[in-house]
């Protein structure tokens, strides 16, 4: 309870006025908390996107490398990674989240072109022996 001095000032503050602050301190700190959990949230979400991209860059390159356009597909810990031939010479890769429920990257590749010898256009053209 406030007091009131001689010159009819209030000293102090009244017991509602402490609960109000309590109430007004807990709702910033449980939404600081919760903007915690979607920051970490967004943060795994964006170091899985990235590793499904590194990976599938990486594996669709080694693939278009060695000729191998046919389909397949390869697990990780942190999820899976499948292609197939796109019908036009290169590969589509997809990368998906170990539960399967998100879909981490969808990539086309294409061979660049006069970098890639595939395994039959060797003996096609001749092969290298004199």
Known sequence: MSRVDGSGARRGSSLLELILALLLFEVGLLSVAGMVL???RN????QLTMRGTLEGKRLGDSLLAAGALGGGEASRPWGTVRWTGSGDGGLIVVAVAADGAD???YLRLWPVPGTITHPDSASSTGGGGA
Do not use: N
Not at 43 to 46: C, D, E, Q, V
């Open 103 to 105: 879909t981490l990257a």
């Open 43 to 46: 943060l795994t979400r964006a």
């Open 38 to 40: 979607v920051g970490q």
